[in-house]
C-alpha cells in the first residue's frame, strides 16, 4: 500500500511541475509582449517629440514639414536629434522603476536622411510652387479648365 501511495504522490508531482510550468510559460511570454509594447510606445511618444521640432517657417508660409536639425546653429547636426531623441526616451523611461516590465536604454542611431535640399532643392521648389498656386487659385483655374476640356470632349455636347 505504500507503493501506491507513493506512486500517486509522484504522478501528482509531475502533473503539478508540468501544469506550472505551462503557467509560467504564459506569463513570461505576456511578460515580453507587454515590454515590447511599452518600449513601442516609448519611442513612438520620443519620435513624436522630435517631429515637434519642425521648421516652423518652412510650415507656415508653404506648410513643408520638415525637422530643424539645426537647433539653433548654421550648420545642421544630426547627433544632436539623436541626443534629443535620447532624452525623451530616458525621461519616460525614468518613471519605469525596477519591477517586472523595467526596460534599460541601449541606444537610437538614424539611418536614412533627407533634406529640403537634396536634387538640388527640387523638392521643396515644386511643392513651394504648388502651394503658391494654390493660395492664388491657380491650381482651382486649372482644373476649371480641365473639366472644361473635358466636357467639350464628349459627342453629347458636340450634338447639340
Known sequence: ???????ISVFLALTVSLVLSFCMILIESARENAMLLKADLIFQIGTQ?????????????????YIDCSYGMEV??????????KQYIEENLKYDGYGWLSLVYEGVQISDVRL?????????????????????????????????????????????
Not at 1 to 7: C, G, I, L, P, T
Not at 49 to 62: G, N, S, T, V
Not at 119 to 128: E, I, M
Not at 136 to 141: L, N, V
Request: glycine share 2%; with cysteine; aromatic share 14%.
Open 1 to 7: 500500500m505504500k507503493q501506491v501511495r507513493a506512486s
Open 76 to 85: 545642421p547636426d544630426y547627433e544632436n536629434v539623436e541626443f534629443h531623441l
Open 49 to 65: 517629440c522630435i517631429m515637434a521640432e519642425y521648421h516652423q517657417d518652412l510650415w507656415e508660409k508653404y506648410e513643408l514639414f
Open 116 to 160: 529640403a535640399s537634396d536634387n538640388v532643392g527640387k523638392d521643396l521648389y515644386t511643392k513651394a510652387i504648388e502651394k503658391a498656386k494654390e493660395s492664388i487659385g491657380i491650381t482651382y483655374a486649372e482644373q476649371a479648365i480641365r473639366w472644361l476640356r473635358q466636357v467639350e470632349s464628349t459627342s453629347y455636347i458636340q450634338d447639340y
